[in-house]
């Protein structure tokens, strides 16, 4: 068989366009012709004096799977509370990495690599492009002294903000998590909300609270046995009480809903049929040496459940149709996977597992790209994943899964845009966002922005995590919900960031 064909990424370079945001053009074709100077900038009813933020990973800077200090530097709450300084804000403190290399150890002991970067082709390892590095951030040696006002925890789950000692060392790895154990200071069993609302925040952005409830699961390909959707239930009382803890005192703020996975590249990169095949190796596989059995197995079982009036004709046929598995010579084969939601025909036939071609409803997680092809025997060309071996659970979100996800996300934004409205927060449509960039792109200044993987602009190499200027254009829309609620005029004023500020990617030289 030949080799598995790489999933080729454009090296179009991200165009410029002609023309710019009408909005942002205009403010400043008005700062270069008669009608005078931008109006001063003023905060309306809001008080950015003490900024708190608070949400997992895109709250605390986390880019091309990895947390250093240029992204530290570049989120998007370190970008608005530089635009609150010019209205009275105060200052920002944030939980500084100790170098740009990314990833965490502890005691020495490395628990997470350093970031991914561009490698000609694709996202690879830091260190495949410069060599062995010491990650120098460690949880046991080196945390940094709080308070802070940047509390974002990459992995936290929305029960995490309000669970005690879930920034504790002691309870690592089991029930703790690494980035929180380096906020904690020493006030170990406090909770991430109890950090954030003992600093008395006149002003707070709490972002994609939920996200990771859903995106574990996600990136897990639906596998429940590896992470599992939180239930909407306990979604609710947790968001409930973190928006209660920090408007206790009567700060205002501003919230985000959270988007359906299918507009992040992770799950919309890899193909589902990017199997080549030459014709001597499709008609094995059709044979009845390869498929071919499984094929009239399923047939065969399919009727015999029909003869016994367990199921429908109709059902069988569509339930044939649906796992009849087939190759052909060319390019463009589909993957075979396992799929929990086919009728189980295995107490007919043992051999007949629940398996069948992708198709492309399906959506194949980013780490597919380096499995499919592989051998699981080296050397035997019969075990190859994803052919003769079908991709696991874990490698695929089926429809059926993707569903589970829309309902629960639907579920949460329904839950944040009741909150938002009972407490008077600003709302960041995050999910319309990334609808948006992933259809027909946003344009950004002079940039049009999409969610392509390495040349869209927006989404890092990691396929989930916005990139430096992603989080610019992230923390404008915060500064325009902010306007639209608290009658503020960053806008209006020309205090926004602008897209050329801020760069797509980091280079592998950074350090």
């Known amino acids: 068989m030949k080799k598995i064909k790489y999933i080729a990424l454009s090296l179009l370079a991200l165009g410029m366009v002609a023309c710019e945001n009408d909005l942002v053009e205009d403010l400043r074709d008005r700062n270069n012709t008669d009608d005078g100077p931008l109006p001063e900038l003023t905060t309306g009813s809001a008080d950015f004096s003490n900024y708190v933020a608070i949400g997992p990973s895109f709250t605390a800077g986390f880019t091309d799977n990895g947390l250093f200090i240029a992204a530290q530097e570049n989120s998007f709450p370190n970008i608005i509370a530089g635009k609150f300084a010019n209205a009275g804000g105060g200052t920002f403190t944030q939980p500084w990495m100790n170098d740009n290399f990314g990833g965490l150890a502890a005691g020495g002991m490395r628990i997470t690599d350093p970031r991914l970067v561009f490698g000609g082709a694709g996202p690879v390892p830091l260190e495949a492009v410069i060599g062995p590095v010491t990650v120098s951030t460690d949880i046991v040696l080196n945390n940094p002294t709080g308070p802070f006002n940047n509390l974002g925890i990459p992995g936290a789950k929305s029960f995490h903000f309000v669970a005690p000692g879930y920034g504790n060392i002691a309870n690592f790895p089991a029930a703790a998590n690494p980035y929180a154990v380096r906020v904690t200071g020493n006030a170990p ?138 190759f052909s010579a060319g390019e463009n084969n589909a993957v075979v996977i396992l799929d929990e939601s086919l009728i189980d025909l295995t107490g007919l036939n043992p051999a007949l597992v629940s398996m069948r071609q992708a198709t492309a409803e399906d959506l194949v997680v980013l780490p597919a790209a380096s499995f499919i092809g592989t051998e699981a025997i080296p050397g035997n060309p019969q075990t190859v994943n994803g052919v003769a071996i079908p991709l696991a659970d874990r490698w695929i979100l089926t429809p059926e899964e993707q569903a589970e996800i829309v309902t629960a996300v639907d579920s949460y934004n329904a839950t944040i845009s009741s909150v938002a409205d009972a407490n008077g927060l600003a709302l960041v449509d995050v999910n319309a966002i990334l609808t948006q960039a992933s259809t027909t792109g946003i344009m950004f200044d002079d940039y049009n922005m999409n969610t392509d993987l390495v040349f869209g602009g927006l989404v890092s190499l990691d396929g989930v995590h916005l990139t430096a200027r992603g989080y610019a254009l992230m923390a404008n829309s915060f500064l325009q919900a902010i306007d639209a609620t608290y009658g503020s005029n960053f806008e209006a004023s020309g205090n926004l960031a602008e897209a050329g500020d801020f760069p797509t990617n980091y280079s592998p030289t950074l350090q």
């Open 189 to 326: 069993n406090a909770s991430i909300l109890e950090l954030a609302v003992a600093q008395n925040p006149t002003f707070f952005t709490a972002d994609l609270i939920g996200g990771n409830d859903v995106l574990g699961y996600a990136t897990a390909g639906g596998d429940a046995n590896i992470n599992q959707i939180t239930d909407p239930a306990t979604f609710q009382a947790a968001f409930n009480a973190i928006i209660a803890g920090l408007t206790a005192n009567g700060a205002k703020g501003v919230v985000t809903n959270i988007p359906y996975v299918s507009s992040l590249p992770y799950f919309t990169t890899v193909p589902h049929d990017p199997i080549p095949l030459d014709a001597a190796t499709a008609g094995f596989l059709n044979s009845a040496s390869a498929y071919g059995a499984y094929n009239a197995g399923v047939a065969q079982a399919l009727g015999a459940l029909v003869q016994l009036n367990q199921i429908t004709q109709e059902i069988a046929d569509a339930e044939l149709a649906k796992r009849t598995i087939s």
